[in-house]
């Protein structure tokens, strides 16, 4: 009897492990620059509404509270629409990251599994075949729905990031004639 190369499993698993860490890492890295950017917009936020508030309080007939109020409806329209843009940005940045490394290493990993599979499966014993056929049949299947879900995936990326670039452009131009009241 010959002996199943778990060499081959113990490498693949391996290299499993490193790539989900670099996945795991890029992914952090977009959210930890998200929740930056929303800390900063938060923080500018509340010193913007501060500012107005004073302003408005400070106005001394109904045009002054007019005149202030329209003084900062565009520079929030024009911060939302940055603050938009900005996410827009990361996100694209960190999808696209994501996107390439998971390509990478998928087209390794599946290289490597099906040397690994291939190795074992000419080393089991005669009458086995419909196992064989079997589990190599199931290794493709994984493969194949792997695949699909990373498509859809990269699809649901790509509407989100039509959907956040049509609201940014629908968001300036509501806020342009407001501004201008």
Do not use: C
């Amino acid at each position: 009897m010959q002996k199943i190369d778990t060499q081959a499993f113990a490498a693949a698993g391996k290299n499993a492990a490193a790539d989900l860490t670099a996945l795991a890492t890029t992914a952090f890295a977009g959210f930890e620059k998200l929740a930056e950017l929303n800390m900063a917009t938060a923080k500018s936020v509340l010193e913007n509404s501060l500012g107005s508030i004073q302003a408005v309080a400070s106005a001394t007939t109904p045009e002054d509270v007019l005149a202030a109020q329209t003084k900062m409806a565009q520079p929030m329209a024009e911060k939302a629409a940055a603050y938009g843009r900005s996410v827009y940005e990361i996100t694209s940045q960190t999808g696209a990251e994501l996107s390439k490394v998971s390509k990478d290493k998928l087209a390794d990993a599946q290289k490597t599994w099906g040397s690994a599979v291939e190795s074992m499966t000419q080393n089991v014993p005669a009458g086995s075949e419909a196992f064989v056929s079997a589990f190599k049949n199931a290794a493709t299947t994984g493969q194949q729905a792997f695949a699909q879900a990373q498509a859809a995936a990269q699809q649901a990326m790509a509407q989100a990031q039509n959907h956040v670039t049509d609201v940014v452009a629908k968001t300036v131009k509501t806020a342009k004639p407001a501004a201008k009241v």
